[in-house]
């Protein structure tokens, strides 16, 4: 077989395709090997930072917790000015001429708002805004992130006051209200805003409050502290993407550019060192004179 092989390669003049036997084995790499498109690519978040993002956000129960804190602290409240203030002398002073708890009943809303309304349009106005209040409090309280500490307390306080008051139409069709308020600044602001607001009475006297309001308001500046502090706002949620693919290393990128070069790099040196080393190239030529003469 060998020796045919032989003839009918020198009568052909073509090389004959090497077998498997003759394959030389592949080579193991030795220098550095190109990282694939999955080691390149990461997630932005694994699995485990997910759990650990979802585990952090604010929970229900915690919502629950705070708006029923608030809750009984305001109905406890009321409960007690109903039964300490109704009688004589009817208040209790804390500290002179400044805060004192007097039974007030406010058939309106804050600053007596639709107090001269009648009870048939103002007990269902007030009673749809609070449960508007309550649906957008929940709904907003579950696209918090970890990062929004301020309304992760503020909602649910808001929450606690809503459902106070709410409490208070339902039972009595009007809100209870206790604490009674007195100080100079109070005088100055209503001063200020008379000056704008025809008709409006410059007094000392805050408006008579309750728990439930002093939970909404706490809750509202609560909010007000997140929109200027925090970066993502009330609309953020968390995304998971998928990082930009990173440039494979340098020495990737050298070992892959050569390999077009490399060919003219080679075939380049044939004709250049012909002219570079004339003897090299008249040697052939002399052996084949000396041949024909020695014939």
């Not at 995304?239 to 050569?258: F, G, L, S, Y």
């Not at 030529?285 to 014939?295: H, L, V, Y």
Request: hydrophobic content about 45%; glycine content about 6%; proline content about 8%.
């Amino acid at each position: 077989m060998t020796e045919a092989a032989s003839d009918t390669t020198e009568a052909t003049g073509a090389t004959p395709e090497p077998t498997p036997r003759d394959e030389a084995p592949a080579p193991e790499p030795t220098g550095p090997v190109a990282p694939t498109e999955a080691r390149l690519v990461a997630p932005a978040f694994t699995a485990k930072r997910i759990a650990t993002v979802e585990s952090t956000r604010p929970s229900r129960a915690f919502l629950l917790v705070v708006a029923t804190v608030s809750l009984v602290a305001d109905v406890a409240s009321k409960l007690w000015a109903e039964k300490a203030l109704d009688g004589y002398p009817g208040f209790v002073s804390v500290v002179d001429d400044h805060l004192m708890f007097i039974l007030a009943k406010n058939k309106g809303g804050a600053w007596g708002l639709l107090q001269g309304q009648n009870e048939n349009v103002r007990r269902p106005f007030f009673l749809l805004v609070s449960v508007a209040a309550i649906a957008f409090i929940m709904t907003l309280y579950r696209r918090l992130t970890p990062r929004q500490h301020a309304l992760r307390w503020g909602l649910p306080l808001v929450l606690g006051g809503a459902l106070g008051n709410v409490f208070d139409r339902v039972r009595y069709g009007h809100v209870i209200d206790f604490i009674d308020y007195r100080a100079e600044w109070v005088r100055s602001m209503n001063a200020f805003v008379a000056k704008y607001v025809q008709g409006h009475y410059v007094t000392d006297h805050w408006p008579t409050f309750n728990i439930a309001d002093v939970a909404i308001c706490v809750g509202v500046g609560l909010m007000a502290v997140d929109m200027f502090t925090s970066r993502r706002g009330l609309s953020d949620t968390v995304h998971t993407v998928a990082a930009p693919v990173a440039p494979p290393p340098a020495d990737v990128k050298a070992e892959e550019a050569p390999s077009e070069e490399a060919p003219k790099a080679e075939e380049a040196p044939s004709e250049e060192a012909s002219k570079a080393d004339p003897e090299t190239s008249e040697a052939p030529a002399a052996a084949d004179e000396e041949s024909k003469e020695s014939a």
